[in-house]
């Protein structure tokens, strides 16, 4: 089993739809949990972070962690065109002083005008 | 701008011939790593650094060799003992060692085999 498991996808919507994103763990020692979007030939992107269990909002952009289920989600409201890429969950725990992170395999998501 | 400069984008290997990828940093950030990018898979952590003339081996070193002579600078050899190299590789950055924070990333070097 892998320790962080995501839907490749892919997953195609209309403009203007809220889009949610997926990824379930197994490492309880995960404490740190990451967004990234990544656009094709192109390096990751973060888009937010979070410790907390609960919700993070930043704009069009909602991360929610729940710790108990081991799930993380993304949320992206008012979808745009320009949204379209993969998107990839990661976690992090600390081992042996250095950070080490896991990431999902991402989900390629199209928004279709 | 201060970020994570990669090069070259691309890169052709020939059989037996070690490459070298750079990854430059203007970040003043402690901690660089390495990863490799498969077609339908996460990014998987080759090396790391975490201080100058510092580095640690990740889940998938072998037939990889890396150096940090410089703070700013991180290269990533691709030895011929590599024998999978085709790949997307990802440098990323962080401001200072261990506790957890965001990673940062460069654009990318994409290495084909001739």
């Known amino acids: 089993q892998k320790e962080v498991e995501q839907d490749p996808g892919p997953l195609s919507v209309p403009e203007g739809a809220i889009v949610s994103l997926n990824c379930t763990y197994s490492n309880s020692a995960f404490q740190y949990f990451m967004w990234y979007r990544q656009y094709s030939r192109k390096g990751p992107e973060l888009l937010m972070y979070t410790y907390s269990s609960g919700n993070k909002e930043d704009g069009r952009f909602t991360a929610q962690v729940d710790k108990s289920s081991k799930y993380i989600s993304l949320f992206i409201r008012d979808s745009q065109p320009s949204d379209s890429a993969t998107y990839l969950c990661?976690?992090?725990?600390?081992?042996?002083?250095?950070?080490?992170?896991?990431f999902g395999q991402g989900t390629r998501l199209t928004i279709n005008p | 701008d201060g970020g994570i400069t990669q090069s070259p984008k691309y890169l052709f290997r020939k059989e037996g011939q070690n490459v070298t990828l750079s990854c430059e940093q203007n970040?003043?950030?402690?901690?660089m790593y390495w990863y490799r990018q498969d077609p339908g898979q996460g990014l998987r952590l080759i090396y790391y650094s975490q201080i100058v003339n510092d580095f640690q081996k990740g889940d998938i070193a072998e037939g990889y060799s890396v150096s940090r002579e410089k703070k700013e600078s991180f290269p990533l050899t691709v030895t011929s003992a590599q024998k999978n190299p085709t790949a997307f590789y990802l440098c990323?950055?962080?401001?200072?060692?261990?506790?957890?924070?965001?990673?940062?990333f460069g654009d990318g070097t994409r290495l084909s085999i001739l």
């Open positions: 970040l003043n950030h402690d901690a």
């Open positions: 990661a976690m992090s725990q600390i081992i042996q002083g250095a950070q080490k992170l896991v």
């Open positions: 990323a950055s962080t401001r200072s060692r261990g506790g957890n924070q965001p990673q940062h």
